[in-house]
């Protein structure tokens, strides 16, 4: 067995198990940030038909610790979803990194006419769909213009 045969095998392998925590982070960030803050409940401040005063609605943040934390990047009131979202963002960067590692990988293997053409077919597709997946609400925001 030649040696690079021995490194495209390798590669590939390495481009599943990439895709694969790719694939575990990406999920982390979609789907179990969602269940975390259903599970703080509802927003016991939400304001009503009228606006309400600004006094009143810190009144409501200070009777409500709880729910509405302070913290150093969020500012002095803020939910659990930009709390969240805050704590998973390393796992939003590691599902990105993770996805192209598995691609550059997968690439290597194909080149090397690799003998696991399955698994680095697998490792291209998936490390090629996550970051699509990850970044399309991002580039639709931008499309549609957001607020």
């Known amino acids: 067995m ?5 490194v495209a095998d390798a590669a590939a392998l390495v481009g599943i198990v990439a895709a694969v925590a790719a694939l575990l982070a990406a999920t982390l960030v979609f789907a179990i940030e969602p ?15 009228s606006l309400p005063d600004k006094q009143s609605m810190m009144a ?9 934390q302070g913290g ?18 390393p796992a939003w960067a590691a599902a990105l ?15 090397e006419r ?15 769909l996550v970051p699509l997946v990850i970044l399309a609400p991002v580039l639709a925001f931008l499309v549609v213009g957001g607020d």
């Not at 990194?97 to 080149?111: D, M, P, Q, R």
């Not at 003998?115 to 090629?128: H, T």
């Open 60 to 68: 409501c943040f200070s009777a409500h610790p709880d729910y509405y």
């Open 114 to 128: 690799t003998r696991r053409r399955r698994a680095a077919i697998s490792a291209l597709v998936v490390g090629s």
């Open 35 to 49: 269940i975390l803050v259903s599970l703080q409940g509802p927003d016991p401040c939400v304001p009503s038909s």
């Open 72 to 89: 150093p990047v969020a500012g002095p009131y803020s939910t659990p979803q930009p709390r969240f979202a805050q704590e998973l963002a």
């Open 2 to 6: 030649k040696p690079a045969v021995r």
């Open 97 to 111: 990194l993770l996805a192209i590692a598995a691609t550059l990988s997968s690439w290597l293997a194909l080149s």
